[in-house]
């Protein structure tokens, strides 16, 4: 079946530093991939999405591209600030059907002024 | 503002209770989700709904019920028969779900503790 598989965490970066988070995917079609954020005691918000192969999504300064012959969707910002500090989450959906997504099991992202 | 309510925020109950979590979402979305997250773990998919009077099993249906009365409304029941019930329970709707790049908006969660 499906999977998605994050870099472990806590990620640990000081303020203005790049940020790279690591996914890969595995899926039997052509997926639609997606970054969630979820900040403490919250709910997930969308960050970013690709639908199809070389797309890349993009949104406060994160992109991520969809790399269909690596399988990844790897996260990236340039200078991360303290505020970015949540979990975040990669997804794919794949296929027409109504069921779910899956999710990695993501990565704590703590960001030191 | 349009969005997703789930009620309540913090839930408390003793063990062999059945206990219902409330989603409701004012977005006219066809699609109904519910997720359970536990720490360190991402979200597994517990039931969802394309239509009203419609709903579908995910992963982990085992001890919970979900009924879809209304378009709005997508009510669980965490019944006793869930071994392990203390997570933070999400709900997530989407517009059109048979589309994959169509993406889910959550709601705020509501954190069950079961002793």
């Known amino acids: 079946g499906d999977s998605v598989t994050q870099m472990e965490g806590p990620v640990t970066l000081s303020e203005e530093a790049f940020l790279t988070i690591n996914c890969t995917y595995t899926?039997?079609?052509?997926?639609?991939l997606f970054w969630y954020v979820q900040y403490p005691g919250e709910g997930l918000q969308l960050l970013l999405k690709?639908?199809?192969?070389?797309d890349k999504g993009s949104n406060k300064g994160f992109e991520a591209t969809y790399r269909k012959e690596t399988t990844s969707f790897h996260l990236e910002k340039g200078s991360v600030q303290v505020s970015d500090s949540a979990v975040y989450f990669c997804a794919l959906k794949e296929g027409g059907g109504a069921d779910g997504l899956t999710f990695g099991k993501g990565t704590h992202l703590i960001i030191q002024p | 503002d349009g969005g997703i309510t789930q009620s309540p925020k913090y839930l408390f109950r003793k063990e062999g209770q059945n206990v219902t979590l409330s989603c409701e979402q004012n977005?006219?979305?066809?699609?109904m989700y519910w997720y359970r997250q536990d720490p360190g773990q991402g979200l597994r998919l517990i039931y969802y709904?394309?239509?009203?009077?419609?709903?579908q099993k995910g992963d982990i249906a085992e001890g919970y019920s979900v009924s879809r009365e209304k378009k709005e409304s997508f009510p669980l029941t965490v019944t006793s028969a869930q071994k392990n019930p203390t997570a933070f329970y999400l709900c997530a709707s989407s517009l059109k779900p048979g589309l994959p790049s169509y993406e889910q908006y959550f709601g705020p969660g509501t954190r069950l503790t079961v002793t």
């Open positions: 977005l006219n979305h066809d699609a």
């Open positions: 899926a039997t079609g052509y997926p639609s």
């Open positions: 690709a639908t199809k192969a070389d």
């Open positions: 709904s394309q239509i009203v009077n419609d709903f």
